[in-house]
């Protein structure tokens, strides 16, 4: 069953593994095949250190190839030559471009929103929240990634290009939201799918989707190579710019040595990366935003913890520009928020890999021998919950006490949301900043770790952090409470236990879709009766 790591955590190693002596590891053997699931810190150190001896196993990466080979769904030297090269983009150029992106269009966000509310209004709700927010991380990455320039407004007006049915933006979150029958299913299935049976709008709409992003992202790759002619060979701050660049840059070195291995990337691999930038950092920076305003409304003593810095850091006058070198590396409550969200909620529930041949791996206790093909499921979600490592961790005297109406009293440490558990506070002696825990290895694996770890990480955090300091610098986060009918028929307001329980029951219906997700997009009902609805108070 996919996902289950969220859905029953410990309870198959407590039920199936301790008994047979192996507290930490799982091992199913099935028609053919060995399977493996595990959560035991050295395994997953020791295999994530060997990419060539533990090769991708993920089905969903396998489905990211449709629009051509990238360096997700490669392995061996072929992923050696994409790693080099998309590494080299994401880098602190591109991060100072996704800060001040980030900043502008969350603004736009945050207008959106108190547009309705009426002028001077202090405070705004809106029940499309999440939905808001995933189309700010896609608007983020088209225009970081691709060089677009849309404004939040221009976002919200579809300008479809002359010949096409639907945006750059539409035909990615189609694919994306589609990603199987995407994958598999081929043009003429989609295209000619009849109208009478169930699912026809998406097949339609991925009829158009698939073959619509290859034709965007090809003029996309156009336009780039011949600004770039006219330029010279100096990249633009973006990464599609960067990737030619670099990809050309290395096609010159090669050609001058003579050489005959190819360093450089065809254009079917560079769209292929451009899939995977945009399809490997959309969903997951969504989702974690998502969870963190969920937990954020939940928790909010972890709000006021989170003023507290923010005010410290961003300049009193709204007007006044943040700047991505001074504001982002003290931003560290902030990031701790982030991780915390990641570790309760790692958008990868396990990360697949496989032995193509004999391999002797190191465990907590001894050393054993995988035979080949054994598919190694590593358990992301367990291990972030690994009592000997989170529970009660960093513990002091400037966390935040738990809310008032605390109800979950029973639940232990480690499964609670408490975001200065990775914040190291110095000595009262000590004249240092206080610092970001660092757990050892093996123990937080959300961007995975290795010579794989995601090339993506630091520009995740850079846009999380910009998009909350627009979030909190100027308003306190609320839920909503819903109107709820008493046992005689009589309406009346969510109690604040029922809207805490609602909320603890959102989280745990998650889902692993393409990530792991909650069920809160594409809320249509004015009633919010799925989801959750949002009031953004403003502070000042
Ligand atoms: C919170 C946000 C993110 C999380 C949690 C995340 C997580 C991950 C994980 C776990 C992997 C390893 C997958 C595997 O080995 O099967 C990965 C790989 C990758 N990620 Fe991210 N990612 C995030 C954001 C991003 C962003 C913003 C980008 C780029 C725009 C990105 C680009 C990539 C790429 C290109 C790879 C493949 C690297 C390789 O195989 O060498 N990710 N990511």
Redesign the pocket.
């Known amino acids: 069953m996919h996902g289950w790591e969220n859905e029953f955590k410990f309870e198959p190693y407590k039920r199936w593994s301790i008994p047979l002596g192996s507290p930490k590891s799982l091992v199913f053997a099935g028609a053919g095949r060995v399977e493996v699931s595990t959560w035991d810190r050295e395994i997953i150190a020791d295999i994530l250190r060997r990419p060539k001896d533990f090769i991708?196993f993920?089905i969903a990466?396998f489905l990211l190839n449709r629009f051509g080979p990238?360096?997700?769904s490669t392995d061996g030297e072929v992923?050696a030559r994409?790693?080099k090269l998309?590494a080299s983009t994401?880098n602190e150029n591109i991060s100072k471009v996704v800060f001040d992106q980030s900043l502008v269009l969350a603004g736009g966000m945050v207008s959106e929103i108190f547009e309705n509310s009426g002028p001077g209004s202090d405070c705004a709700e809106t029940n499309r929240i999440f939905d808001l927010v995933k189309k700010l991380a896609i608007t983020i990455?088209v225009n970081a990634?691709m060089g677009g320039n849309q404004a939040w407004k221009d976002a919200a007006v579809k300008q479809v290009k002359p010949g096409f049915k639907l945006t750059y933006i539409e035909a990615v979150k189609a694919v994306i939201g589609n990603l199987v029958a995407a994958a598999i299913l081929p043009r003429w299935f989609t295209s000619w799918y009849p109208p009478f049976l169930p699912g026809y709008d998406t097949m339609k709409l991925l009829s158009y989707a698939v073959g619509e992003f290859r034709a965007h992202t090809k003029d996309l790759i156009d336009e780039e190579k011949q600004r770039s002619a006219e330029r010279g060979s100096v990249a633009r701050n973006n990464?599609l710019s960067m990737l030619l660049n670099a990809s050309k840059e290395e096609e010159r070195i090669t050609s001058g040595t003579g050489s005959q291995a190819k360093n450089s990337l065809s254009d079917e691999e560079i769209m292929g990366?451009i899939f995977?930038?945009?399809s490997?950092?959309f969903d997951?920076?969504a989702n974690?935003l998502a969870y963190t305003l969920v937990y954020l409304v939940q928790n909010p003593q972890y709000q006021d913890w989170l003023f507290e810095e923010i005010d410290a850091l961003v300049p009193s006058d709204p007007e006044e520009p943040l700047e991505y070198t001074s504001v982002f590396p003290k931003a560290i409550r902030c990031l701790a928020v982030m991780l915390e969200t990641?570790r309760l909620h790692?958008?990868?529930v396990h990360?697949?890999k496989m032995t193509g041949t004999p391999q002797v791996v190191r465990t907590s206790t001894s050393e054993i021998e995988i035979p080949t093909g054994t598919i190694i499921f590593i358990n992301s979600v367990v291990v972030h919950l690994d009592p000997g490592v989170w529970r009660d961790l960093n513990r002091n005297k400037f966390e935040p006490a738990p809310h008032k109406d605390d109800i979950d009293g029973d639940v232990p440490d480690e499964c609670r949301f408490r975001p200065s558990r990775w914040i190291i506070n110095p000595s009262d002696t000590e004249n240092t900043q206080p610092k970001i825990f660092q757990p050892p290895k093996g123990a937080f694996?959300?961007?995975?770790m290795g010579?794989?770890?995601?090339?993506?990480?630091k520009?995740?955090q850079v846009?999380?952090v910009a998009i909350f300091l627009v979030l909190l610098r100027a308003h306190r986060l609320e839920a909503v409470k819903m109107v709820v009918r008493d046992a005689s028929g009589n309406e009346r307001e969510e109690a604040d236990h029922e809207l805490h329980e609602r909320i603890v029951q959102l989280i745990k219906k998650s889902v692993s879709k393409v990530t792991q997700e909650m069920d809160v997009y594409n809320i249509a009902d004015g009633k919010c009766s799925r989801g959750l609805g949002f009031r953004l108070v403003r502070r000042h």
Not at 451 to 457: A, I, L
């Open positions: 991708q993920d990466n990238n360096v997700l992923w994409h790693r998309v994401l990455l990634g990464i990366n995977i930038f945009t490997a950092g997951s920076t974690t990641l790692p958008p990868l990360l697949g694996i959300p961007w995975s010579p794989r770890v995601c090339p993506g990480q520009m995740a846009e999380f």
